[in-house]
């Protein structure tokens, strides 16, 4: 079937982009954890690391849902429902200052992570599903491109809740683009929900499923894709777990989600602790803790480039190198980082190293989905992926609290900041030790590496497909029924 027949498939991915960049913010929650800390003192490290955790497991989770949804009733009523879920819960979320310590936190639990969650997840899905419908003849480099936006979104999203916390200018690369007003880190969470929630709906706008029997003009299905399932058959999701090869995907997809999520999620954290750590006695100046907190909520950004660049980047090499030996080069890249990672002291050092622990995470959130489209067809691929993507949603769990957990207490030293009124106020912030979380990290990324070298491509359970593996084969039978005119 002819491409001109059915509109141009890159509407879809346009759509796709918008609506990542807007749910990849999810990656900007360490740009808050400092502040929140500063409103409610009685938050240990762990407490206010709890939110980062709770709403990757339930964007996991919510994945699943969507997918099955979005499988039957197609992308755009899905993303569009995910939209407003998301920016209610970030709404709701702006309320969080209303009550006592206790009860707040669970608020901020409800609406952020449980709320957000559900909607980043529900949205999430759509784009990845229908842009892989849409591109068989570019699968590695166009799911590279569908979830590239979701790496790039703290790029945006960082500097700009950092300059409505603190007020003052959005800056990107230290450059000074536009100023902004003092809201705080509560109201903050309101401003960004409502942005959120109108670029989602936009975006899904654009989504739809390619009609039956769709093929690219010019481009032939292959018999069989090197390393991938037979062409002709489409795992059902109890038909997937019951192979081995998805378990050995789940759990490298869970390595690589921890060691990502645990850089990402405590990125400006962990850089104002390297920097902190090395202040001399006394408080830490406004200005000297504003350069800082610039600085973190830059290393963010940056690694959000990375992230996203990654996914295309890793995408297109698979397509060429094969998803098995790509993902291998990945996590040994990405485990010796860790394993250094705690003596990259030095600011470009710092930048480097989690910039490229990005670009590996990059690379899982655009290959995962390749590989499963590969070993068990497109046709469940919504609630398939939902599956193996709750090995992320576990690793946002464990990532975190890695850094949290195995974080060793260093003491505390007191920092100036500046309220809404102008007044100099002393806050306290507690030093740790990561090197103990970085090198689990990396371990747990080698292990990977060599859990990669069992995968194999499933054999498929249709009896009737395998009575014909030695028979050959037309270009006709080649392509899944559900996809012949």
């Known amino acids: 079937m002819s491409i001109n027949r059915v509109g141009n498939r890159w509407t879809v991915v346009?759509?796709?982009?918008?609506?990542?960049?807007?749910?990849?913010?999810?990656?900007?929650?360490?740009?808050?954890?400092?502040?929140?800390?500063?409103?409610?003192?009685?938050?240990?490290?762990?407490?206010?690391?709890?939110?980062?955790?709770?709403?990757i497991a339930v964007f996991a989770l919510a994945v699943i849902l969507g997918g099955r949804i979005q499988d039957r009733l197609g992308p755009r009523w899905v993303g569009t429902f995910g939209g407003l879920i998301l920016g209610l819960g970030l709404i709701l979320a702006g309320l969080t200052g209303k009550f006592s310590e206790g009860v707040a936190l669970a608020w901020?639990?409800?609406?952020?992570?449980?709320?957000?969650?559900?909607?980043?997840?529900?949205?999430?899905?759509?784009?990845?599903?229908?842009?892989?419908?849409?591109?068989?003849?570019?699968?590695?480099?166009?799911?590279?491109?569908?979830?590239?936006?979701?790496?790039?979104?703290?790029?945006?999203?960082?500097?700009?809740?950092?300059?409505?916390?603190?007020?003052?200018?959005?800056?990107?690369?230290?450059?000074?683009?536009?100023?902004?007003?003092?809201?705080?880190?509560?109201?903050?969470?309101?401003?960004?929900?409502?942005?959120?929630?109108?670029a989602v709906v936009l975006g899904a706008q654009l989504l739809r499923n390619p009609p039956p029997g769709y093929c690219p003009a010019g481009w032939t299905p292959p018999a069989m894709a090197a390393g991938a399932a037979p062409a002709r058959f489409d795992f059902a999701p109890g038909e997937m777990l019951r192979t081995p090869a998805?378990?050995?995907?789940?759990?490298?997809?869970?390595?690589?989600?921890?060691?990502?999520?645990?850089?990402i999620m405590k990125a400006a954290p962990i850089w104002e602790t390297f920097s902190l750590g090395a202040a001399a006695e006394g408080p830490v100046s406004h200005e000297r803790f504003a350069a800082i907190s610039s600085a973190a909520a830059t290393a963010v950004a940056v690694l959000a480039l990375f992230n996203a660049a990654?996914?295309?980047?890793?995408?297109?090499?698979?397509?060429?190198?094969?998803?098995?030996?790509?993902?291998?080069?990945?996590?040994?890249?990405?485990?010796?980082?860790?394993?250094?990672?705690?003596?990259?002291?030095?600011?470009?050092?710092?930048?480097?190293g989690v910039?490229?622990?990005?670009?590996?995470?990059?690379?899982?959130?655009?290959?995962?989905?390749?590989?499963?489209?590969?070993?068990?067809?497109?046709?469940?691929?919504?609630?398939?992926?939902?599956?193996?993507?709750?090995?992320?949603?576990?690793?946002?769990?464990?990532?975190?609290?890695?850094?949290?957990?195995?974080?060793?207490?260093?003491?505390?030293?007191?920092?100036?900041?500046?309220?809404?009124?102008g007044t100099v106020a002393t806050r306290s912030f507690q030093l740790g030790e990561y090197g103990t979380a970085f090198f689990v990290a990396g371990l747990l990324c080698l292990a990977a590496a060599l859990l990669m070298l069992g995968v194999r491509a499933p054999r498929a359970y249709d009896a009737r497909v395998e009575a014909r593996e030695s028979v050959p084969v037309s270009a006709h039978d080649r392509v899944p029924a559900y996809r012949r005119t």
Not at 321 to 339: A, K, N, S
Request: charged content about 10%.
């Open 14 to 55: 346009a759509g796709a982009l918008i609506i990542q960049v807007s749910l990849g913010a999810v990656y900007i929650w360490s740009v808050f954890q400092t502040p929140l800390r500063a409103v409610f003192p009685g938050w240990s490290e762990t407490q206010v690391t709890l939110p980062a955790q709770i709403v």
């Open 108 to 198: 901020l639990v409800g609406t952020y992570a449980v709320l957000g969650g559900i909607g980043i997840g529900m949205a999430y899905v759509c784009p990845i599903a229908t842009c892989v419908k849409w591109f068989p003849d570019k699968r590695g480099l166009i799911t590279g491109l569908a979830v590239a936006g979701f790496g790039a979104g703290a790029f945006f999203f960082a500097p700009l809740a950092r300059a409505l916390i603190a007020g003052g200018d959005y800056e990107l690369f230290g450059v000074a683009l536009f100023p902004l007003p003092h809201t705080g880190v509560l109201d903050s969470f309101a401003v960004l929900g409502v942005i959120f929630l109108t």
């Open 246 to 263: 998805f378990w050995l995907l789940w759990a490298t997809y869970l390595a690589g989600s921890t060691a990502g999520l645990m850089v």
């Open 310 to 352: 990654g996914r295309i980047l890793w995408g297109k090499v698979s397509d060429t190198l094969g998803r098995r030996q790509t993902l291998i080069l990945m996590f040994v890249i990405c485990g010796l980082v860790l394993l250094g990672l705690d003596w990259m002291r030095a600011y470009p050092l710092y930048l480097l």
């Open 355 to 421: 910039s490229l622990v990005a670009l590996c995470f990059g690379g899982y959130l655009a290959l995962y989905p390749a590989i499963a489209a590969d070993y068990y067809g497109t046709r469940h691929i919504g609630v398939n992926y939902g599956f193996l993507f709750t090995a992320y949603g576990t690793g946002g769990l464990l990532g975190p609290f890695l850094a949290a957990g195995l974080m060793k207490a260093a003491g505390d030293v007191d920092y100036q900041v500046l309220d809404a009124a």
